[in-house]
């Protein structure tokens, strides 16, 4: 190759190389800046029951249900705790529970107690019951809001129940 062949095509593969650099993307179109929207995930509906268990207790199988009383009054709960699969000490074990239920509209959007203490200062219908649980199935029941000294729940209305189980200390 003659050096001024070379050179040539030097020069060539120079000019294509910089004019690809040099062009705008598509088709000499300028590229729009985008928006970068952030919104903030929405809280999903808290779903019932709502039900908050000590770890100590893991090993008994624990329910909760709630019947609309038929006089559209309240909410009739029943906590169930089977001590099947538990080794429960002879002097049993000291089980509290404490029922509760609002209505959604009165709350934040997501709204779950995080404790008893959030219950009791939360303006909304609870009752606490506690028995020793030996070897047998123990059934708690309550009457919301009709054991409670709080009376604001409106069954007519969208609303969460729950409860949380515990080892009295």
Not at 23 to 47: C, K, L, N, R, Y
Not at 95 to 113: H, I, K, S, W
């Amino acid at each position: 190759m003659k050096p001024t062949s070379a050179a040539v095509f030097l020069c060539l593969v120079t000019v294509i190389l910089c004019a690809g650099c040099a062009s705008a993307p598509g088709d000499g179109e300028t590229p729009s800046p985008t928006t970068v929207v952030t919104t903030e995930p929405t809280p999903e509906p808290v779903v019932s029951p709502v039900l908050v268990i000590d770890p100590r207790l893991a090993d008994m199988r624990i329910g909760l249900d709630a019947v609309e009383l038929s006089d559209r009054s309240g909410l009739f709960l029943t906590l169930t705790v089977d001590p099947a699969w538990a080794e429960v000490a002879r002097a049993g074990a000291p089980v509290e529970a404490l029922f509760f239920a609002y209505n959604t509209a009165d709350r934040a959007t997501g709204y779950v107690p995080a404790s008893p203490a959030d219950v009791r200062a939360g303006d909304m219908p609870y009752r606490t019951l506690s028995v020793t649980v030996y070897d047998a199935t123990v059934i708690f029941k309550a009457d919301l809001p009709r054991d409670s000294e709080n009376k604001n729940l409106d069954i007519e209305k969208e609303y969460v129940y729950g409860a949380f189980v515990s080892l009295r200390d």
